[in-house]
């Protein structure tokens, strides 16, 4: 019997077990590098948020605090233009008041000049006015007399001052003697046809507080005119509403 070479190829019945089993493993591994990628993704995500959240909200923070700013800023804009336009009122105000003063006061003084205040047509004391001496107890003291302008004749006399306040809670009064220059001890010469302006000083002790001016006008052949001024108008330098005033009449 004649031995037969060995066959050159060998015809095998194909494993489907094991390659079916190989896809499920190839699927099984793909399945879990996507839910492993997933959880990372996961993981990151979570981390990240709140990170993303703040971020979003020191930004919305930041909008907040820099509109307020803008508006404390036009609020503060707004107050001081409100602020210098009320200074600028004020001034305003408060030169018009003295014009409107002034203006009564000039009125006053002419009507008085030419004789249409028909109660006082005689000399009288139109204006007080005191200022400190710096680093003294004196003060200056003017004073404005006039005559109505229909008297023609030329006046002459003197003005006496005294001071009346309260030195150790006590109200007395300080005569012209006690204040003035020695000097002038008779009083402040006067001579005037319409008006003129008078100047002297006098001096305070230490512990006396001023209250009010006696003035006294004493002109040649006429009645003296006594009139009071409180210290304060006196200080203000208006124009003299005296408190009882007796007019020299002609």
Not at 50 to 67: F, G, M, S
Not at 148 to 162: L, W
Not at 171 to 194: H, I, S, T
Request: net charge neutral; glycine share 8%; no cysteine.
């Amino acid at each position: 019997m004649v031995s037969r070479p060995p066959p050159r190829f060998v015809v095998r019945r194909h494993d489907d077990v094991s390659a079916k089993r190989l896809q499920l493993w190839l699927a099984a591994a793909w399945i879990g590098s996507l839910l492993v990628t997933g959880l990372l993704v996961g993981l990151l995500s979570h981390h990240a948020d709140p990170v993303a959240v703040d971020h979003r909200q020191q930004r919305a923070l930041n909008a907040q605090i820099e509109n307020l700013k803008q508006q404390l800023a036009n609020a503060q804009r707004d107050a001081q233009v409100n602020d210098v336009a009320t200074k600028s009122l004020r001034v305003t105000l408060t030169q018009r008041e003295e014009e409107i003063s002034g203006l009564r006061a000039n009125l006053g003084f002419y009507s008085r000049l030419v004789g249409g205040d028909t109660q006082h047509q005689g000399l009288k004391l139109q204006e007080a006015k005191l200022e400190p001496i710096s680093g003294s107890h004196g003060w200056n003291l003017m004073l404005s007399l006039m005559q109505a302008a229909k008297r023609n004749d030329e006046i002459t006399g003197t003005v006496t001052v005294s001071v009346e306040g309260l030195r150790d809670n006590k109200v007395v009064q300080l005569d012209w003697a006690a204040l003035g220059n020695v000097a002038e001890k008779d009083g402040l010469p006067f001579r005037l046809m319409y008006f003129e302006q008078l100047h002297g000083t006098i001096v305070l002790p230490a512990n006396f507080r001023p209250m009010r001016l006696h003035i006294g006008i004493q002109s040649a052949g006429e009645a003296s005119v006594m009139q009071t001024v409180s210290w304060e108008d006196a200080l203000s330098g208006n124009i003299i509403t005296a408190q009882g005033d007796h007019d020299a009449q002609p």
